[in-house]
């Protein structure tokens, strides 16, 4: 799979930790940055995690602030993007299997590399299960029609 992954400066030492751990897994992860720990805007990151998702360059979007919750937020803005802010790996499991989430926002400073880890583990190996969440998701893309 091909994954996009982007953060903040809060989140550099995080991104480069599931950078690794999902090339060890034989995905193929581009890199928006920031590999620096200079003070930045995590909308940057966000925009550029969820427009090439929307864009299909990647086929999921991992976007790491300090919370998780502003970078979340602003890839939520972008249109085609369902993101999922997670603190632990049930939300991130049903997300993708209710929710059809593309995109999974956590915070660098809120849960740690092994429990990241597993949260990742379940947003990237869990497929959409379809079926009646179909027709739900179709209504979230109604609304954003709509707006
Ligand atoms: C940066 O200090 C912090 O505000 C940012 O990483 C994030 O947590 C925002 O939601």
Same mark, same amino acid.
């Given at each position: ?10 989140? +550099?030492? /995080? ?16 890199? +928006? ?10 909308? %940057? &990151? ?21 919370? $998780? +919750? ?13 993101? %999922? ?10 997300? =993708? ?8 926002? #956590?915070?660098?400073?809120? %849960? ?5 880890? /597993?949260?990742?583990?379940? #947003?990237? $190996?869990?497929? &959409?299960?379809? $079926? =009646? ?5 179709? /209504? ?5 029609? =709509? &707006?």
């Amino acid at each position: 799979m091909r994954i996009v992954i982007g953060n903040d400066h809060t989140a +550099v030492e /995080m991104k480069q930790c599931i950078k690794e751990y999902l090339e060890g897994q034989g995905h193929e992860v581009i890199n +928006v940055g920031t590999d620096s720990s200079e003070s930045v805007d995590y909308p %940057v &990151f966000g925009e550029k995690v969820a427009r090439a998702v929307v864009a299909k360059e990647a086929d999921r979007g991992i976007a790491i602030c300090g919370t $998780g +919750v502003g970078i979340g937020i602003v890839c939520n803005k972008v249109r085609g993007v369902r993101c %999922v802010t997670c603190s632990e790996p049930y939300s991130a499991r049903y997300a =993708r299997l209710h929710n059809n989430a593309n995109v999974l926002s #956590f915070g660098a400073r809120v %849960v740690g590399q092994e429990l990241a880890k /597993m949260i990742v583990d379940e #947003f990237i $190996g869990t497929e &959409f299960e379809g $079926g =009646r969440h179909e027709r739900r998701v179709n /209504m979230i893309l109604g609304l954003e029609e =709509r &707006f």
